[in-house]
């Protein structure tokens, strides 16, 4: 099992958002949560990352129960890709000494080669502040590179599309099928077509999780 | 220059305002080297003649004569520049952080964060420094100096020059030439730091995924060092100023002392005059060293003034 969710309950200041929660995901499967807006997708997914300590029950990630480890063994895409102010190799390594091959492999794959191509400075490229000189798309799909470099076992999505239109989408999707394959999936959405690639689908309702 | 101060003083409004403040402080300092002045010279003639009736009158007229400068700086400043600097300051900020929102997402985003961020906090205070009023000030000190000290004696007045000149050429080269580039760089290495201080709030959830917390820490203690080393560039400058050019003020008086004494051994000056004349040549002296300080601190605000401008005409 990659991912082992037991007893997990969690309540921002006595509101509780997600109750009882149990999940299992074996290596290399790839399971879909849908939900409404704020019903604690993002909750669950900050959990089994790490960014946030369990309050109550136990979460495993590739055999780490405590958060910094469990960080360690995922990669996460958001709905905002949160670029640091530097350049696009910067924001892929994030300060890492990842070889020059690897960090072609993870643009390739995130289908950025063809746009840095374009670029004067390539890969060093300043990115602007939040981002600001690049747009949704490449700001995405920069972030997806990034999370393709760590190389991490498990791959959490939290609707990494959801801010863009449908032609950027598209692009952002074929970039997510680079980072995705062959790695062991949880994917949030609150709309149910975006799963559809999914071998299971659950559905998180009133903080609890149910068969889609 | 002016046409800048001109420009921000039209976005603010109530510039005649500022003008009647400006004219309400500038006699505060050439009054004071005036009461000094006439006190320690008729002290010292009234001691000189042995006459203590006398000395008890210039000490009750000097009493007063302060007390009235005292009441009348401190009437203006509490009533009137306090209250008006407050009001023009918070209006500024008003206007501009309005102009700032209609401005396109797009523009906002095209400039760092800090860029903004010190536009409305640093930059709006820059029209409203102290170094209008005290050019003001230090201008009629000087003047008006100048010429009581030329009455007393022209020969005087042509050693205070001698060393005020080269005083005001010195400073002029070596600090306030640099400073409009000095500071221009120290408020974008402000800029850059609040950015980086940004990012380490913003993409912290980014940072502790992908254990980047040492990278955006790095990038904040280099633009924090680029900070630091800009602001001391301003600081060794000032600070060289204010080591090497007293040295101008103690060679003219020790040189005015020397001369006048044998003018006061002829009989063509009495002690009573020195002293004043020590205090006008305080006056030319000081209000020159004022109006530098000024220069200088209008020159570094201008980078500001200069981008608020820039900011409200867009």
Same mark, same amino acid.
């Given at each position: 099992?990659?991912?082992?969710?037991?007893?997990?309950?969690?309540?921002?200041?006595?509101?509780?958002? *997600?109750?009882?929660?149990?999940?299992?995901?074996?290596?290399?499967?790839?399971?879909?949560?849908? !939900?409404?807006?704020?019903?604690?997708?993002?909750?669950?997914?900050?959990?089994?990352?790490?960014?946030? +300590?369990?309050?109550?029950?136990?979460?495993?990630?590739?055999?780490?129960?405590?958060?910094?480890?469990?960080?360690? %063994?995922?990669?996460?895409?958001?709905?905002?890709?949160?670029?640091?102010?530097?350049?696009?190799?910067? %924001?892929?390594?994030?300060?890492?000494?990842?070889?020059?091959? +690897?960090?072609?492999?993870?643009?390739?794959?995130?289908?950025?080669?063809?746009?840095?191509?374009?670029?004067?400075?390539?890969?060093?490229?300043?990115?602007?502040?939040?981002?600001?000189?690049?747009?949704?798309?490449?700001?995405?799909?920069?972030?997806?590179?990034?999370?393709?470099?760590?190389?991490?076992?498990?791959?959490?999505?939290?609707?990494?599309?959801?801010?863009?239109?449908?032609?950027?989408?598209?692009?952002?999707?074929?970039?997510?099928?680079?980072?995705?394959?062959?790695?062991?999936?949880?994917?949030?959405?609150?709309?149910?077509?975006?799963?559809?690639?999914?071998?299971? =689908?659950?559905?998180?309702?009133?903080?609890?999780?149910? @068969?889609? | 220059?002016?046409?800048?101060?001109?420009?921000?003083?039209?976005?603010?409004?109530?510039?005649?305002?500022?003008?009647?403040?400006?004219?309400?402080?500038?006699?505060?300092?050439?009054?004071?080297?005036?009461?000094?002045?006439?006190?320690?010279?008729?002290?010292?003639?009234?001691?000189?003649?042995?006459?203590?009736?006398? *000395?008890?009158?210039? /000490?009750?007229?000097?009493? #007063?004569?302060?007390? /009235?400068?005292?009441?009348? %700086?401190?009437?203006?400043?509490?009533?009137?520049?306090?209250?008006?600097?407050?009001?023009?300051?918070?209006?500024?900020?008003?206007?501009?952080?309005?102009?700032?929102?209609?401005?396109?997402?797009?523009?906002?985003?095209?400039?760092?964060?800090?860029?903004?961020?010190?536009?409305?906090?640093?930059?709006?205070?820059?029209?409203?420094?102290?170094?209008?009023?005290?050019?003001?000030?230090? =201008?009629?000190?000087?003047?008006?100096?100048?010429?009581?000290?030329?009455?007393?004696?022209?020969?005087?007045?042509?050693? #205070?020059?001698?060393?005020?000149?080269?005083?005001?050429?010195?400073?002029?080269?070596?600090?306030?030439?640099?400073?409009?580039?000095?500071?221009?760089?120290?408020?974008?290495?402000?800029?850059?730091?609040?950015?980086?201080?940004?990012?380490?709030?913003? /993409?912290?959830?980014?940072?502790?995924?992908? +254990? !980047?917390?040492?990278? *955006?820490?790095?990038?904040?203690?280099?633009?924090?060092?680029?900070?630091?080393?800009?602001?001391?560039?301003?600081?060794?400058?000032?600070?060289? !100023? @204010?080591? =090497?050019?007293?040295?101008?003020?103690?060679?003219?008086?020790?040189?005015?002392?020397?001369?006048?004494?044998?003018?006061?051994?002829?009989?063509?000056?009495?002690?009573?005059? *020195?002293?004043?004349?020590?205090?006008?040549? !305080?006056?030319?002296?000081?209000?020159?060293?004022?109006?530098?300080?000024?220069?200088?601190?209008?020159?570094?605000?201008?980078?500001?003034?200069?981008?608020?401008?820039?900011?409200? @005409?867009?």
């Amino acid at each position: 099992m990659s991912i082992i969710i037991e007893d997990l309950s969690f309540s921002y200041a006595g509101k509780q958002v *997600l109750d009882n929660i149990h999940l299992s995901v074996q290596t290399g499967e790839s399971v879909g949560i849908v !939900g409404i807006s704020g019903g604690g997708k993002s909750t669950l997914l900050k959990l089994v990352s790490g960014l946030y +300590d369990v309050q109550q029950g136990r979460i495993l990630v590739m055999g780490a129960w405590d958060s910094a480890d469990r960080r360690k %063994n995922v990669a996460m895409v958001m709905q905002s890709a949160g670029l640091f102010p530097a350049s696009i190799r910067d %924001n892929i390594t994030c300060g890492h000494d990842i070889n020059e091959n +690897d960090i072609r492999r993870a643009c390739d794959a995130a289908q950025l080669t063809e746009w840095v191509g374009t670029l004067p400075d390539g890969l060093d490229t300043f990115v602007g502040e939040r981002g600001g000189k690049v747009s949704g798309g490449q700001a995405q799909r920069i972030a997806i590179a990034r999370a393709i470099a760590k190389n991490a076992y498990v791959v959490l999505l939290d609707e990494p599309t959801s801010a863009l239109d449908n032609d950027t989408s598209a692009a952002v999707i074929a970039a997510l099928e680079g980072l995705t394959k062959g790695k062991t999936v949880l994917h949030v959405s609150h709309r149910p077509e975006i799963l559809t690639g999914c071998d299971r =689908i659950f559905r998180l309702e009133g903080g609890r999780l149910y @068969a889609w | 220059m002016l046409g800048e101060i001109r420009k921000i003083f039209k976005v603010i409004g109530s510039g005649w305002r500022y003008i009647i403040l400006i004219l309400l402080r500038s006699p505060i300092s050439i009054l004071m080297t005036i009461v000094n002045a006439l006190f320690l010279q008729q002290a010292f003639n009234a001691i000189a003649q042995n006459d203590s009736g006398q *000395l008890n009158i210039v /000490c009750i007229i000097f009493g #007063v004569a302060s007390l /009235c400068t005292f009441l009348y %700086n401190g009437t203006v400043w509490s009533v009137y520049a306090a209250p008006l600097v407050t009001r023009m300051e918070s209006g500024l900020r008003d206007k501009l952080f309005r102009k700032v929102s209609s401005l396109s997402y797009e523009r906002i985003e095209a400039m760092p964060q800090g860029e903004w961020l010190t536009r409305l906090n640093t930059d709006v205070q820059m029209p409203f420094s102290e170094s209008l009023p005290h050019t003001a000030i230090a =201008i009629v000190n000087i003047c008006v100096s100048a010429f009581i000290l030329w009455s007393i004696n022209p020969a005087v007045f042509g050693w #205070v020059l001698l060393f005020v000149a080269p005083h005001i050429v010195f400073s002029q080269l070596l600090i306030a030439r640099a400073m409009p580039g000095l500071n221009k760089k120290s408020l974008e290495a402000t800029a850059k730091n609040t950015g980086e201080l940004t990012a380490l709030i913003t /993409c912290a959830d980014v940072a502790l995924l992908y +254990d !980047g917390k040492d990278y *955006l820490m790095k990038r904040f203690e280099k633009s924090s060092t680029d900070l630091f080393g800009a602001n001391m560039k301003i600081r060794t400058r000032n600070a060289l !100023g @204010a080591g =090497i050019l007293p040295l101008f003020g103690l060679g003219g008086y020790l040189t005015l002392l020397v001369v006048s004494s044998e003018w006061i051994a002829d009989g063509h000056l009495t002690f009573g005059d *020195l002293t004043a004349a020590f205090q006008y040549r !305080g006056g030319v002296l000081l209000g020159s060293l004022m109006l530098i300080n000024c220069i200088i601190s209008i020159q570094a605000n201008m980078a500001g003034i200069r981008r608020l401008n820039e900011t409200m @005409a867009e």
